[in-house]
């Protein structure tokens, strides 16, 4: 009922100066082409530089220390493949990998993925998406064409250099990754986080908004929150939402016109309350290639879902009650439980879901998170207790014996 109140614009906490476009990172073409010699073949490494000073310039305001820290997880980034792996037969390495985060996300989440492809020798690629790692406001005019748009320059900058082509995104970075492969014969494969292949069709009503949004500026916003994260929107726009449901709806369309046939490797939970599980079941169902895996997280590890490969198919118990983790989640997948900000100890704590209807409960949620438990936002895990949303997955290790057996399987 709350996200229906907020998606037709109900009364929210008043906007901020973060809740307007900074006018430096709405579109894609323009941010390249723009007093640069090269526009659409800019080298990658000129891309990060560019990316780095523009999101310094976004949060001048924000004192030296964070700002290192802003820039450095919110910037897109490159990584050489570690040293004793083969080089390619006709370009400088064999593989690599374009990494793709999630919507109001930031290349941060790419990280610990980033690493290991860099150890297993894959040349890494990591973009920011437009609309991302400045602020939130910059999510209300971009497009779901921008996003498409930066996908395909990583991949053009990454084909240069690598024999082999693979792309990975986490959540709208997973739809995107796949709409990319649909249209570039280069992809050789497929890593997928959470994939967002279909969302609740609640989305496709956010658009309302525009009848009634010039006279309630508010009404633009699902949720108007205070943004403490620094790596991750805590706002959210009704026509990001928008948007995804246009990428969606429009990747599906693709993928009935089209068989998949590479390698794709899924790792996704059944307890998530962004996307929907059953059409990322069903898209793998269809996913032709003997060597596709998906990791599936569940609070019920023995039931297997009907008419899906077995030997496709892992599953992982994702109740861990020694750790008082009642479920996985959506966010809970791309990160370790050691990373030092989303980790079991870290220091930021997702308390968004009581903001702002019960400010008791946000606060015990912030001030005290070794008291909370934590799992997706769920009716019957609320019922528990003090519950934090879940922003790590504490079988990140297993996850990575899974993708290493997938690789080795590749042709």
Same mark, same amino acid.
């Given at each position: ?21 900074? *006018? ?148 709208? *970075? *997973? ?29 496709? &009503? ?128 791309? &990160? ?48 528990? *207790?003090?519950?934090?949303? &879940? ?21």
């Amino acid at each position: 009922m709350r996200r229906l109140r907020s998606i037709l614009g109900a009364v929210t906490p008043p906007l901020e100066a973060r809740h307007q476009p900074s *006018g430096l990172n709405s579109r894609f073409s323009e941010k390249l082409l723009a007093g640069h010699p090269n526009g659409d073949h800019l080298a990658f490494a000129d891309y990060v530089a560019l990316n780095r000073d523009m999101i310094r310039q976004a949060h001048l305001k924000t004192d030296a220390a964070s700002l290192e820290k802003i820039v450095d997880g919110n910037s897109p980034f490159e990584l050489k493949p570690a040293a004793g792996y083969p080089s390619g037969h006709q370009k400088t390495y064999r593989r690599g990998v374009l990494l793709t985060h999630g919507l109001t996300d930031s290349p941060y989440f790419m990280r610990y993925l980033a690493a290991f492809f860099q150890e297993n020798g894959f040349r890494v690629m990591a973009v920011l998406l437009p609309g991302h790692g400045t602020q939130p406001g910059d999510l209300l005019e971009v497009t779901r064409q921008e996003w498409a748009k930066t996908v395909a320059y990583g991949a053009d900058r990454l084909a240069e250099e690598v024999d082999e082509v693979y792309l990975a995104g986490y959540s709208i *970075g *997973g739809a995107l990754s796949v709409y990319q492969s649909l249209r570039d014969s280069r992809v050789r494969g497929l890593f997928l986080f959470s994939p967002a292949i279909r969302i609740t069709r609640m989305a496709a &009503l956010a658009n309302l908004h525009k009848l009634y949004s010039w006279l309630i500026p508010s009404a633009k916003w699902v949720e108007i929150m205070p943004d403490r994260d620094i790596y991750k929107y805590e706002s959210f726009t009704k026509h990001a939402a928008a948007q995804t449901h246009a990428l969606t709806r429009e990747l599906g369309a693709r993928l009935r016109q089209h068989e998949l046939n590479i390698p794709v490797f899924t790792a996704a939970s059944e307890d998530d309350a962004k996307v929907n599980t059953s059409a990322v079941l069903e898209f793998m169902a269809r996913a032709r290639h003997p060597s596709s895996k998906l990791v599936l997280y569940t609070t019920n590890p023995k039931k297997y879902p009907p008419g899906f490969p077995a030997e496709q198919l892992e599953l992982v118990n994702s109740a861990v009650p020694e750790q008082k983790i009642l479920s996985s989640a959506h966010t809970a997948i791309v &990160l370790p439980a050691d990373d030092m900000h989303y980790g079991a100890r870290g220091e930021y704590s997702n308390c968004m879901h009581y903001y702002p209807d019960d400010m008791e409960k946000y606060d015990a949620c912030i001030n005290n998170p070794a008291a909370d438990f934590q799992g997706e936002i769920t009716g019957e895990n609320l019922k528990v *207790g003090i519950l934090r949303r &879940l922003m790590y997955n504490p079988n990140f290790a297993a996850l990575k014996v899974s993708m290493k057996r997938f690789i080795d399987d590749l042709p």
